[in-house]
């Protein structure tokens, strides 16, 4: 028997109907996401609360209006049109971009749009659903720019950052290790083993049981070697990181390259070494110099007691000979000690260092040759230029010595360089605009590192007994300190050395002032024509008119005419021109009284002591002779 349906009236219906719509609303609107419904036109039809609260506007400021007129053509055509476009075609789509926000400004959304369709297939509408996401792209990008920090942070601190496991296999390592080491293949370090770092093994293994028991420690300073086998002096500090079991999960080490740290320091101690020694030299010095005046004097006194044909004569002028080689070495001593201070002039480095290089070509033999590259133009400093003769001649000599067994290259060189730029080398916070860097370089025997630390001390030389007094490098190291500069050596046993000279440029010097009247008529007959040419320079800087003779006629005529007599005569021993008999007989001819200053090596002739005993000399210096010395005598002389 068929019953009949009870189908609900109209009314009932449309109640059920309208039940059902304010149940779809309600969810709609009260969704914790925004919710629009968009047609083919691409014109909002509805809505949701939360859309509206999320973009601070009203439902009816929205519903109607297109999708450009509410996000800007810009955003519609470029974001929008193609994503909605696909959906019509019936994908569902997903993406995140950002959009200005008329009440918001820029913020960041995930929109899914997803297809509506009739009963006949037909997609007429779609819905979408979007997702505010600004705080979690905004942390995302905070996440991002701190990985970034991170890295610039690893990749430029000058500390190496290395990670490997247990057993020493490398995992990471930035670009300071690499550097420290010496790496040039980023990717085959992942290939290596801490261990092969190491120049005992076996103690990477006692740093790693150390770590398992403190998790993190300070090993200090531990000596590696790079790839191709150099020692590198490193501190050296380790984390060990465990997971939840306990078992070490990898090892975190920070390695500083501490060479330099170490070169400071003996650098350091070298300084403080060197200036206790020149403090206690200085004071050696000053009182044998008195010592040796007490022997000069009475020695002096007693060989004009006696005829010049005496036995005992010739002993005491012996004994004078050693005094002066006395006075020239603790001279050199008082030097390295700074305590004799120097007359600064302009110098030309240039014409000094091609003087002092003119100076020994005649003694070099024919196993050793010379290179140099000496620039033209005039690189002035601020120097005594015969102490500066003195520094370059030791250390050319010293290098010429160190390849006279089997030869070798000697070259020479002198730049410009700019202070900021040898900062580091220097190792110095403050340093000079402009330097002139003079580089002594030979092919000899080298030094090793022991022999360096010492080489600027005073008496200390590798030479046979005998064959120096090893006080030049100390000399030189006096001289150049005096001058605010630096003395840097770098050596390779049976390889060679390079010493480095580093003075600096001034841009404005003192000038002598000479006061009107005052300024006399200097003879200077001069010798060897390197020295000489150094000594010409230091004399111009007196302020007095210089002269010169070539020959003994030209020196009888000016010694004979009242108006070309000079005010004093600086007489070099080792003149070609005018030998000392000739020198001594214009002189007693003439019967001149002119005040005379002579200039002699350490060990004087027989021709040289009758000269200096002779009564014409009023004051005798010994080579090499500093502008302050020249100076002191012409003022003395012409009292």
């Known amino acids: 028997m068929n019953k009949e349906l009870n189908i609900p009236g109209d009314k009932s219906y449309l109640r059920l109907l309208e039940r059902d719509k304010d149940f779809s609303d309600h969810i709609f609107n009260n969704s914790r996401s925004m919710i629009s419904i968009i047609n083919r036109n691409y014109i909002y039809e509805k809505v949701n609360s939360t859309f509206c609260n999320a973009h601070q506007l009203t439902a009816d400021s929205v519903v109607g209006k297109s999708l450009e007129d509410v996000w800007g053509n810009e955003t519609f055509q470029n974001i929008i049109k193609s994503n ?127 770590l398992l028991e403190s998790s993190k420690k300070s090993f200090g300073r531990v000596p590696l070697k790079n790839p191709e086998g150099n020692e590198i002096t490193c501190r050296i500090s380790g984390f060990l990181a465990v997971d939840d079991s306990g078992i070490p999960s990898f090892i975190d080490f920070a390695i500083e390259d501490a060479s330099h740290e170490m070169m400071l320091e003996r650098r350091l101690f070298q300084a403080q070494k060197l200036e206790t020694i020149g403090a206690l030299a200085g004071g050696i010095a000053h009182d044998f110099n008195n010592i040796l005046a007490t022997i000069s004097g009475y020695s002096e006194m007693l060989h004009e007691d006696l005829p010049l044909d005496s036995d005992i004569s010739d002993k005491i002028t012996k004994i004078q000979r050693a005094v002066l080689k006395g006075r020239s070495i603790t001279n050199q001593i008082l030097t ?140 030189v190291h006096g001289i150049v300190s005096e001058l605010e500069g630096e003395v840097l050596v770098s050596s390779k046993r049976e390889e060679g050395s390079v010493f480095y000279v580093l003075l600096p440029l001034s841009k404005e010097y003192p000038k002598v002032i000479v006061e009107k009247g005052k300024s006399k008529k200097i003879l200077f007959i001069a010798g060897n024509k390197y020295e000489s040419r150094i000594l010409s320079l230091a004399l111009k800087n007196t302020g007095n008119e210089l002269v010169y003779v070539s020959d003994q006629c030209n020196l009888l005529k000016v010694m004979s005419l009242i108006t070309e007599r000079p005010d004093l005569v600086i007489y070099m021993s080792d003149s070609v021109q005018i030998k000392a008999d000739d020198f001594v007989k214009v002189f007693r001819d003439q019967k001149s009284n002119i005040p005379c200053i002579l200039i002699t090596d350490n060990n004087r002739s027989q021709l040289e002591e009758k000269l200096l005993h002779s009564g014409i000399i009023k004051h005798h210096l010994i080579k090499p002779v500093s502008l302050k010395e020249i100076r002191n005598a012409i003022q003395a002389s012409l009292k």
């Open 336 to 475: 390295f000690s700074r305590q004799v201070e120097q007359e600064k002039i302009e110098v030309s480095v240039s014409e000094v260092l091609r003087e002092t290089l003119g100076f020994i070509k005649s003694s070099v033999p024919h196993s050793i040759k010379i290179k140099s590259s000496i620039p033209k133009k005039n690189v002035i400093v601020f120097a005594d230029p015969t102490q500066l003769f003195r520094v370059f001649l030791n250390l050319m000599t010293n290098a010429l010595q160190s390849m006279e067994d089997e030869g070798g290259i000697f070259s020479v060189f002198l730049e410009v360089v700019k202070g900021k730029d040898i900062q580091h080398k220097l190792h110095k916070d403050i340093v000079a605009d402009e330097y002139v860097q003079l580089s002594f370089e030979d092919t000899g025997k080298g030094m090793e590192q022991s022999v360096i630390s010492r080489i600027f001390e005073p008496f200390y030389t590798t030479r046979e007994v005998g064959q120096g007094t090893g006080l030049g490098l100390s000399v």
């Open 84 to 210: 909605i476009d696909l959906c019509f075609s019936g994908k569902t789509v997903r993406y995140e971009a950002a959009f200005y926000a008329t009440n918001l400004g820029k913020r960041y959304f995930e929109v899914v749009f997803r297809p509506i369709s009739v009963e006949s297939g037909e997609i007429t509408h779609l819905i979408a659903e979007t997702f505010d996401i600004d705080e979690l792209v905004s942390s995302k990008q905070a996440v991002i720019e701190k990985e970034e920090e991170f890295r610039k942070f690893e990749t430029n601190l000058p500390v190496g950052f290395l990670r490997c496991n247990a057993d020493g296999k490398i995992l990471h390592a930035n670009q300071a290790f690499l550097t420290i080491m010496g790496c040039h293949n980023k990717t085959a370090i992942k290939k290596m083993n801490l261990k092969s770092f190491y120049q005992n093994e076996e103690l990477f293994e006692i740093q790693r049981d150390q």
